[in-house]
């Protein structure tokens, strides 16, 4: 009888240690997801402000030009 009340309290430690596990890691992955996504919005406002807008500003014509002063390798929007 006694073999059987340990065989129980292992399988109860060992569940404990396995749901305390799980808890832990959910926590890590909620605090550094939420770390990761602030870092990735900053960059993603920094590349959108060093973009080509084809509406932001004025064009200009340059009698001094042939070629076209943008393209689609410096602006694939064009």
């Known amino acids: ?3 059987g ?3 129980t309290l292992v399988y109860t430690h060992g569940a404990m240690f396995i749901l305390s596990f799980i808890f832990v890691f959910e926590a890590m992955l909620t ?12 960059k993603l406002v920094y590349i959108e402000r060093n973009t080509c807008n084809l509406f ?3 064009w200009v014509i340059d009698d001094n030009v042939i070629n076209p ?3 689609t ?6």
């Open 1 to 3: 009888m006694a073999k």
């Open 5 to 7: 009340v340990n065989s």
């Open 31 to 42: 605090v550094f997801s939420r770390f990761y996504s602030d870092a990735i919005s900053k």
């Open 56 to 58: 932001e500003g004025s």
């Open 69 to 71: 002063l943008y393209n």
């Open 73 to 78: 390798t410096t602006c694939p929007f064009i």
